[in-house]
């Protein structure tokens, strides 16, 4: 089976989109080949059945933005001539769905096409409808009502994110992700204010670990320093900046808890490399409600900075109570990126061979 990927970046050193890169190579390991085109080309390491393409950011010397993107038609054409795929996957860049429409379903290209994100925007409405289907993580990352829905989980690294050999939990808290509004980090700011303010919260610190991707961003980022300076907490809550993903699982060596309130709707997928890294995770994500099910304490139902404090105290009193394995387990084995890319490969492949008019040993 020849796959073209289309995706964001490839890019392994990425601050939120290395997954697309590691998603890319597992494919490549069961296909023929793999031509991945792609808005962004960092460091990857390329197998040899892969080939990669980049789109011009300026199509004709015109910004996408004011819709220069179907000006890139044309070259995706003749990579599709060249390289003759069976099948498309796009892998969170769901815009190119109906963006590509055009040459997709001139040639007979089937298209998989993931996304996994609590809003509703137009652009999702038109690549569903040009989609051959449509995966996701779980019902809340896909709030379409359509038959051409397939919801398999997410995809996490377990290879990476392990428990630590040296795990013993101290008194750090972590906020691993992109430092964006929509992360209401800020909450977590006036809750660390609280524990500062006790005797018993005095040394837990929170470690703000992520990059900024927008110029909002820079203000957002800013804007949450001045506010921990001006309320004494320099030393307790930490701006730590962007880490490249293989070395985010050093901070559950000694991290108590993972923390994430954001309003993204979608599962997180740093909460799950937490809990793979058996630390516990504090959150208000409704998408985690069925996996936290057996820890009913790791769900917030507000996002009230003194309910969060008061649980992060509970959660800190009980940090050496938690069964490391037994959080990993709520990861592996159900949403590991090996088990996800066996997903994919078998809808792709469905979408490629439909009436199983070939073989498996010609699929692969």
Not at 150 to 164: E, K, S
Request: with cysteine; charged share 25%.
């Amino acid at each position: 089976m020849r796959v073209l990927i289309i995706n964001f970046e490839m890019d392994e050193d990425s601050g939120v989109l290395a997954w697309q890169a590691s998603v890319a190579r597992r494919i490549a390991r069961h296909v023929e080949a793999v031509a991945v085109f792609t808005e962004r080309l960092g460091h990857v390491r390329r197998p040899a059945n892969m080939e990669i393409e980049v789109m011009p950011r300026r199509p004709l010397g015109i910004p996408r933005r004011l819709g220069s993107g179907w000006l890139i038609n044309p070259q995706l054409f003749r990579l599709c001539r060249r390289f003759r795929p069976d099948v498309c996957f796009i892998h969170m860049a769901h815009e190119w769905s109906y963006r590509f429409a055009p040459v997709l379903r001139v040639l007979g290209i089937p298209v998989l096409m993931w996304y996994a994100h609590g809003s509703v925007p137009l652009g999702l409405r038109l690549s569903t409808l040009c989609a051959t289907q449509c995966v996701t993580s779980t019902p809340e990352g896909f709030r379409l009502r359509t038959p051409k829905l397939r919801v398999i989980g997410q995809a996490i690294d377990t290879d990476l994110f392990r428990i630590p050999e040296d795990r013993q939990p101290g008194q750090d808290i972590v906020y691993v992700g992109r430092v964006s509004r929509r992360k209401r980090i800020e909450h977590l700011i006036e809750a660390m204010a609280i524990l500062h303010g006790s005797a018993a919260g005095k040394g837990i610190r929170l470690r703000i670990v992520g990059p900024m991707l927008t110029l909002d961003d820079l203000a957002y980022d800013r804007e949450l320093r001045s506010s921990v300076y001006a309320k004494g907490l320099h030393d307790t809550v930490l701006f730590e900046g962007f880490m490249p993903q293989r070395f985010t699982p050093r901070l559950y060596r000694s991290a108590f808890l993972h923390l994430n309130v954001s309003e993204t709707g979608s599962m997180d997928k740093t909460v799950m490399e937490a809990l793979a890294c058996g630390c516990p995770v504090l959150t208000s994500n409704p998408a985690f409600r069925a996996v936290l099910s057996g820890y009913p304490e790791f769900i917030l139902d507000s996002s009230d900075p003194a309910i969060i404090a008061e649980r992060i105290m509970s959660l800190y009193e009980r940090r050496h109570g938690y069964d490391p394995q037994s959080l990993r387990a709520l990861v592996a084995g159900h949403h590991d990126e090996e088990a996800y890319v066996e997903k994919i490969l078998a809808l792709l492949r469905d979408l490629a061979y439909p009436r199983g008019s070939v073989s498996e040993s010609a699929v692969k």
